[in-house]
């Protein structure tokens, strides 16, 4: 009787199981299919997404890059040379006459440097050298010339400083670079305004300090006009005497040799 009894409650205890089956097949059907629409969509909509992030960073780089480049453009050019004197340039006021300044250049760089004047007035002033080429540390000295006409209606001299104006541009070159006016040409968007410079005068018979630098400065830049004029020291023939006797010491020492040589032939003999 008890097992009677117990296997006719076992069917409802199966039943009932079976109801429960179904229940969370269902379920876990659902949150699968559900999960697997969440994937889907993921994967559909990623690379669209990481697109779009890509386009976003490239812009926002492209636009820093702008705002560095227009920051850059408001920014002053970074000096290549040191002038002094570094806005003027003075020239002793003689009506009628070509009158000299000078200007001192120093490459204060790391690289070569090529240096260019260039002025307003080319047909009433030149430099002396127009250009050339600094290396690392070097410094030059260069001379002005200037024609100074004489004032119309009783005008003042320093009335005339901003008429003429002098610019000088410099350029990063290798070393062993040959100067030539076109690099500068070639290479326009690499070429630096340095400063342009304007005219000054000062009177001749008035002491100043500004005429007494602009004296100092020229007696330096003749001193090295004629410093580069001389020849280059030579190691080999040296000239002796006014008559210009040019003895070669390695001729001297062979013609030794030689002589000493033939003494030994003779006593052979």
């Known amino acids: ?11 409802h205890a199966d039943i009932k199981l079976f109801r429960l089956c179904p229940i ?15 994937n889907l969509h993921h994967s559909s909509h990623g690379p669209s997404d990481r697109n779009s992030t890509v386009s976003n960073n490239m812009k926002a780089s492209a636009s820093s890059k702008t ?55 080319p047909k009433s002033c030149y430099m002396r050298p127009p250009g050339g080429i600094l290396a690392p540390g070097e410094n030059f000295i260069a001379t002005v010339f200037r024609f100074v006409e004489h004032p119309e209606n009783n005008e ?8 003429i104006k002098f610019k000088i541009m410099s350029l990063k070159v290798k070393g062993g670079t040959e100067y030539a006016p076109e690099l500068f040409e070639e290479q326009k968007d690499q070429v630096t305004v340095e400063r342009i410079l304007r005219v000054v005068f000062v009177d001749p018979e008035r002491p100043s300090a500004a005429l007494d630098k602009l004296k100092r400065q020229l007696a330096e830049a003749e001193a090295a006009l004629e410093a580069r004029k001389k020849p280059p020291v030579e190691t080999g023939p040296q000239v002796v005497g006014g008559e210009g006797l040019v003895i070669d010491e390695w001729k001297e ?17």
Not at 24 to 38: H, I, M, R
Request: net charge positive; glycine share 2%.
């Open 1 to 11: 009787m008890t097992m009677a009894v117990a296997d006719r409650h076992k069917p």
């Open 24 to 38: 969370w097949q269902s379920g876990n059907t659902n949150s699968s299919s559900s999960s697997s629409t969440q």
């Open 67 to 121: 705002v560095s480049s227009v920051a850059k453009s408001l920014l002053p050019p970074r000096r290549r040379l040191r002038l002094d004197p570094n806005n003027s340039l003075f020239f002793p006021y003689e009506p009628g006459k070509q009158v000299k300044s000078a200007i001192r250049l120093k490459n204060t760089s790391r690289s070569h440097v090529a240096f260019k004047f260039q002025t307003t007035a």
């Open 156 to 163: 003042k001299p320093m009335d005339q400083k901003s008429k």
């Open 253 to 269: 020492r062979r013609e030794k040799y030689l002589a000493r040589q033939q003494v030994g032939a003779v006593d052979s003999v």
